[in-house]
């Protein structure tokens, strides 16, 4: 039976003061548990693939700050760097050797970067990529995928009319339709509904942005052919092909999903796992692009915090743990046991689910499936989800508070963890 005896008391006290003090009581809308119910547990500590909540109850982590803890939360190695950069300085404003090696590490890393500007995250990267495309192309409309999240910036918060062809309308109270008008969308894997966006706008349309893997709309994977048919389109119309990998750069892959795929785009966008758990966001791509930049360039963009010693040193030491021989091969192995499992367990106890993963990034789906795009996703049960994130939580694990985002696992994660993750869902599921 589910265990409801973990008290919360702590945490219930915190999030009722913050709510008088913060928006919803969060700094980020999804850590409210709007979607699942319930009220949000305080966070404490963490450690390896642990959190700690300030009541003192511990969960096995499934979040993992939403990705960047790929090597475990607090790794020593990365700790002890830290303390060493700490001694230097918090912020220089200015230029650092670390921004060299951090810089040297992601090129050679990732396929389609020969130059890299750093951010501090990834709406940040995500925002100076699409002024990026639009001057190097002399175009201003851009075509991105329903349920691929881009950070908030106005242009990015958009859906689709009443077709793929109408233009983007304002998702969000606050945003201008002027400032979506350029913005076009289509179904995640549908190459006709991106093909008919070209011909309906000739020599308009500066590139295509997406998440090679999707990971905002829960976790769906690119259909065979998608990825392939996007880089021929994008040539045939002299357009760019953006891979947002905020997400999957360095997690499913070294180098990415472009690594994983075969498919290299013009620019990339990259957060999470290169800042090691400190705010850092990047993007990058091809020299004479990226030569467009200022001061290389005209095309502005700034930050104060870009390039700080202390997010380089976190990233730095982070890739260097991953170049570890046996890393990937070991967060595939536990992340397929933990997706095969709660998958077996979900259709044994007699709910219909899908899902699925790639190497440490993984994704549930209350629905028989299959999930394509973000229209399929919300077929989704998200009642019975709800119903099963509080019924873990209440186990000690932490998933992600909403249907619709992906999993991580971490190289901190043991086998024991992942038996014991999936014998508390099978639990949970049987009572559901």
């Known amino acids: 039976m589910v265990n409801t005896t973990i008290k919360t008391t702590k945490s219930q006290e915190v999030f009722a003061a913050a ?7 969060v700094s980020s809308p999804v850590r409210a548990f709007k979607s699942v119910g319930g009220q949000p547990i305080v966070f404490d500590r963490v450690k390896g693939a642990y959190i700690w909540d300030v009541d003192g109850n511990q969960y096995i982590d499934y979040v993992g700050t939403w990705g960047p803890a790929i090597c475990g939360h607090a790794h020593p190695e990365v700790i002890s760097a830290l303390h060493e950069a700490l001694e230097k300085g918090t912020s220089f404003g200015a230029p650092s050797v670390l921004e060299n090696v951090l810089a040297e590490m992601v090129i050679a890393a990732v396929p389609s970067i020969e130059m890299v ?6 709406t940040e990267a995500c925002m100076a990529v699409l002024r990026l495309m639009r001057a190097f192309t002399n175009r201003e409309k851009v075509i991105k995928f329903e349920g691929c999240y881009h950070g908030h910036a106005d242009m990015f918060l958009v859906k689709a009319g009443s077709g793929v062809a109408t233009l983007g309308l304002p998702d969000s109270p606050g945003v201008p339709k002027s400032a979506t008008v350029s913005t076009l969308t289509a179904p995640y894997n549908d190459l006709e509904a991106v093909k008919a966006l070209f011909e309906q706008n000739p020599d308009q349309i500066s590139g295509v942005i997406l998440e090679p893997v999707v990971g905002n709309a829960g976790f769906i994977t690119p259909d065979a052919g998608f990825l392939e048919g996007l880089r021929e389109l994008t040539h045939e119309h002299g357009a760019l092909l953006v891979f947002d990998e905020v997400m999957t750069g360095f997690r499913i892959a070294y180098g990415g999903a472009q690594e994983k795929f075969g498919i290299t785009p013009d620019l990339t966008t990259m957060g999470k796992v290169i800042g090691g758990g400190l705010p850092v966001g990047a993007y990058g791509g091809r020299r004479d692009i990226m030569s467009m930049i200022a001061p290389a360039g005209p095309v502005y963009q700034a930050g104060t915090l870009s390039g700080n010693p202390l997010a380089m040193t976190a990233g730095i030491k982070t890739l260097e743990l991953l ?21 077996k367990a979900a259709q044994e106890t007699g709910h219909a689910v899908c899902g699925g993963n790639i190497s440490a990034m993984f994704g549930l789906f209350f629905t028989s499936g299959p999930v394509h795009n973000y229209e399929d996703a919300k077929k989704s049960d998200t009642a019975k989800f709800g119903r099963f994130h509080r019924g873990m939580l209440e186990r000690g694990v932490y998933l992600a508070p909403s249907q619709f985002e992906a999993g991580f696992t971490s190289l901190a994660h043991t086998e024991e963890d992942i038996d014991q993750t999936i014998a508390i869902a099978r639990d949970v599921l049987s009572n559901l």
Do not use: H
């Not at 709510?19 to 919803?24: A, H, I, K, T, V």
């Not at 170049?323 to 046991?337: A, D, F, H, M, V």
């Open 19 to 25: 709510q008088n003090l913060m928006p919803g009581g």
């Open 117 to 122: 500007r750093f951010v501090n995250s990834g």
């Open 323 to 343: 170049q570890k021989p046996g890393s990937y091969e070991y967060l595939e192995r536990i992340t397929k046991r933990l997706a095969d499992g709660l998958l």
